[in-house]
DNA sequence: AAAAGCCCCTGGATGC
DNA sequence: TGCATCCAGGGGCTTT
């Protein structure tokens, strides 16, 4: 599920609700992919200030500290008012004096990591190497071609690796790529100035979209108001093997790159 | 330094 | 209906 749009559309969705709640209890599912690294008891009482985004992390700055979240490959967030009971995939419950934020996460890949700040070892282990914010002025052209120069790896793979640009998940790259009509094999060493220039554009597009529309839900996907997302339904590749591209008709062509399924137009994408 | 594989975990879809 | 197999949106870690 959760690529950067989903994780924005996810921020958005309970950010301006929970900011200046107090923590009043919480409450440790399952272990997920790390320990929380603090005393739970520990986060009591201290103050929400806001939330923000880096990458496909969710920082919940607290008063001091913060929670850096993850929601792994099926993690979703709600923040509401107290729920019934907690359901078998429900790790992480923060009580708070304006409702409970509680990840859903069945597959476990997820996180909640505590740091007592931005530049704690805690907090460079995980957000360390993330390379640009792809939706920020950030994002320069020229960095980008150096940084795709330098890589010998396919384009897609590059891409997916989030060093040199954060956010884009296994669905975005293959829209990204089409958009920017380049083979996903592409080695990225071998791309031109002209090329990372309309693959910059068109990673900015698609996840911009992306988040207008509420991000995909392709299973269960849904943000802190449990609302689901719509880009799914326009994809112009991705989980379309054998459907006429929406350009120009050709079946769309399924490979798998490192263990990912990829989709691409074989007569768009050269 | 970079690239390729492995693995964490559960559930849904598919095939026999 | 039951069981085995494969696949899934991520990404850190280890090995080449």
Known sequence: ???????????????????????????????????????????????????????????????????????????????????????????????TSLGVLRLNDPRRFGAVVYAPDERSAEAVKLLGRLGVEPLTDAFELETFHAGLRRRNAAVKQVLLAGDLVVGVGNIYASEALFLARIRPTTRASRISRARAGRLREAVREVLARAVAKG????????????????????????????????????????????????????????
């Open 1 to 95: 599920m959760p690529e950067l749009p989903e994780v924005e559309v996810t921020r958005r969705s309970f950010a301006d609700r929970i900011a200046g709640a107090r923590i009043e209890w919480v409450r440790l599912g399952k272990p997920l992919r790390w320990p929380l690294g603090l005393d739970p008891q520990q986060l009591v009482g201290r103050r929400i200030q806001g939330v923000r985004r880096r990458g496909k992390y969710l920082l919940v700055d607290l008063d001091p500290g913060l929670l850096l979240l993850h929601l792994g490959m099926s993690g979703s967030l709600s923040f509401g008012p107290m729920p019934a009971g907690a359901g078998a995939h429900d790790h992480f419950d923060l009580g």
């Open 215 to 270: 991000g995909s839900t392709l299973r269960d996907f849904s943000n802190a108001q449990g609302e689901a997302g719509y880009f799914q339904l326009e994809t112009m590749v991705y989980d379309r093997e054998g459907q006429p591209c929406r350009v120009c008709a050709t079946p769309v062509r399924a490979i798998r790159q490192g263990q990912r399924a990829t989709f691409y137009c074989p007569f768009c994408q050269k």
